[in-house]
C-alpha cells in the first residue's frame, strides 16, 4: 500500500530512529540540565543507549502497523477497538522501555537510583509511539480521502457516460432514421395513414422523454408504448411482427422499470428472423407471482446485430436493488423468455 511504503523503506528505519533518537537525547539534556545528577548519570554511551531504544520502539511500530490491522483501526469509526489498540500500544512501550533501562542501569551500569530517567524515558518513548501513529493515521487518512475523492469522479464520470448512453440508446437514432423514412414515404402514399404513423412515433418519443428519470411505471403504460413501438417497426420494415397480452389477466397495479419491454423487442428485432416465412409473436402475461414474462419463438439470425448490452446491465441492476434478481433469460430449443421480476408495493420520491 502506497500509505505503508516508509514503513518498508530500510533507509527509512536506519536513518529515522537514529536521528529521532539524537532529539530525544537533547530533550533529556534540556530535562535534566539544571539537576547535580547529569553529570554522574549521562556519559556519551548513553546517546547511543537512547537510540538503541528508539530503534527497539520503533521496530515495535513496525511490526503492529505492518500486521495491517492499524488501517482498520483507524479508519473503522470503532471507539472501542482504537481505544484497546492505544492501550496495547503503551501497555508494549512502557515494557520494551521499562526492560531496556532496567537491563542498561543494573547490568551495563551497574547503577541503581534511576526512577527519574525511568520516567522521563516512558513519558518520551510514549510521545515518540504518539508522533509515529500519528504520521501513519496522517498518511492513511489522506490516502483514504485521495481514495475517496478518486471513487466519487470515477462514479461521477461514469454516471455521466451511462446517462449519455442511456438517452442515446432510448432515443435510438436508428430506429428515428427509420421512422421518419417510412413517413416520408406515407406522406406521399396516404396523409391519414401518415397522420396515424406521426400519432404513434410522438407517443412512443413522448413516453421515453417523460418517463426516463423514473424509477419504475405502471405496466399499462409500458404496454402502450410497447405497441406504438411495434407499430413503428412494422410500419419501418420488420413485417410479420404482433404483440399480444395474456387474456383475462389484470396487468393493474403491476410495476416496471421504463424502457424494458422495449429493450425485449429490439432484442427480438435484432436477433430473431422476422419474415413472412418466420412471423414473430410476442406474448406478454404474468406467472403465479406476478412476474411478467415475456415470450417469442426462438429464431436467432446467423449473425446477430447489437444486442444493447448496456440497457440490459442498466436494467438488470435497477431490478436487483427493487427485488434482489435481475431479468432471467430463458433460451429453449423452440421459445425464448424473458422473466422480468416483480417490484413490490413502493412509493416512489
Not at 2 to 7: A, F, G, P, S, V
Not at 24 to 43: H, I, K, N, R, T
Not at 63 to 80: D, P, W
Not at 123 to 130: G, P, R, S, T
Amino acid at each position: 500500500m502506497k500509505q505503508q511504503l516508509y514503513i518498508n523503506n530500510v533507509v527509512f528505519r536506519i536513518l529515522f530512529p537514529a536521528i529521532a533518537g539524537l532529539i530525544l537525547y537533547l530533550a533529556m539534556l534540556m530535562v535534566f540540565g539544571s539537576l547535580d545528577q547529569l553529570a554522574e548519570s549521562f556519559f556519551s554511551q548513553e546517546a547511543l543507549f537512547i537510540i538503541i531504544l528508539t530503534y527497539l520502539n520503533h521496530e515495535w511500530s513496525v511490526f503492529r502497523l505492518k500486521k495491517g490491522s492499524g488501517q482498520e483501526i483507524f479508519t473503522g469509526g470503532n471507539a472501542i477497538r482504537l481505544f484497546l489498540y492505544l492501550a496495547a500500544v503503551t501497555l508494549v512501550t512502557l515494557t520494551i522501555t521499562s526492560v531496556t533501562i532496567l537491563v542498561y542501569f543494573i547490568i551495563i551500569i551497574g547503577y541503581f537510583h534511576f526512577l527519574t530517567e525511568l520516567i522521563t524515558l516512558n513519558v518520551l518513548m510514549l510521545l515518540f509511539q504518539m508522533l509515529i501513529h500519528m504520521y501513519y493515521i496522517g498518511i492513511i487518512q489522506i490516502a483514504h480521502l485521495h481514495a475517496i475523492s478518486m471513487e466519487q469522479e470515477e462514479t461521477h464520470t461514469e454516471q455521466l457516460e451511462l446517462e449519455l448512453e442511456t438517452f442515446e440508446n432510448e432515443m435510438n437514432p436508428g430506429l428515428l432514421m427509420d421512422c421518419l423514412e417510412t413517413l416520408i414515404s406515407l406522406i406521399h402514399k396516404d396523409i391519414q395513414d401518415a397522420e396515424k404513423y406521426i400519432q404513434n412515433l410522438s407517443n412512443h418519443y413522448r413516453y421515453l422523454l417523460e418517463n426516463r428519470q423514473r424509477e419504475f411505471i405502471e405496466m399499462d403504460l409500458e404496454m402502450k408504448s410497447g405497441e406504438d413501438l411495434v407499430y413503428l417497426l412494422v410500419r419501418a420494415g420488420a413485417k410479420d411482427m404482433s404483440l399480444e397480452y395474456g387474456k383475462g389477466q389484470d396487468f393493474r397495479g403491476i410495476k416496471i422499470i421504463p424502457g424494458t419491454l422495449s429493450y425485449i423487442v429490439f432484442y427480438i428485432v435484432n436477433n430473431m428472423i422476422i419474415s413472412s416465412l418466420s412471423p414473430v409473436n410476442i406474448h406478454v402475461s404474468l406467472d403465479k407471482d406476478k412476474n411478467v414474462l415475456v415470450s417469442c419463438r426462438n429464431r436467432p439470425r446467423l449473425m446477430p446485430a447489437d444486442v444493447q448490452t448496456g440497457n440490459l446491465k442498466r436494467l438488470n441492476r435497477s431490478y436487483t436493488h427493487y427485488t434482489g434478481f435481475g431479468i432471467e433469460v430463458n433460451k429453449g430449443m423452440d421459445m425464448f423468455e424473458w422473466k422480468v421480476p416483480h417490484i413490490p408495493e413502493i412509493r416512489e420520491d
